[in-house]
């Protein structure tokens, strides 16, 4: 659900930006790094993106953040305090919504599950989508 759920959002935010802008989203800078960095080394740019990088958020922020915060908040507003978080972990306000999304999902999941590791995979899973598809 949480998946579904996420790229729902995604495409509506992206959507909605065109309706308003009339262009397309531009996409994170963090982009323009990744597609330089995967022309160098694939496997690397890989390996960091799609593993490491969600490996690290995840546990940072879903793991000992939500628990954290979990023993004096109620789970919902957690989920949507470690959302905010996340997104503002990006460094972009013209992302920070579908970001937001994102954390609101992962963080539904980490509520539901007591663990991290659907969310990492999730976060995994997403990295490496957005990775294989840059130039």
Known sequence: ???????????CYGVIYTA??????????TVYLIAKSKRASAWIT??????????????GVRGYLFDALRKRLG???VVVITAAIFAGMHYSLTH?????????????LKLK?????????????????VTAMLP
């Open 1 to 11: 659900i949480a998946g579904v759920g996420y790229v729902a959002f995604g495409f």
């Open 20 to 29: 308003v802008t009339h262009g397309e989203p531009p996409p994170q800078s």
């Open 46 to 59: 890989c390996l960091v993106v799609a593993v490491a990088a969600p490996i690290e958020e995840e546990i």
């Open 75 to 77: 789970g919902k507003t």
């Open 96 to 108: 920070f919504l579908p970001l937001f999304g994102i954390g609101l999902a992962f963080g539904w």
């Open 113 to 129: 599950t007591d663990s991290v590791r659907p969310s990492m995979l999730l976060h995994m899973l997403n990295n490496a989508i």
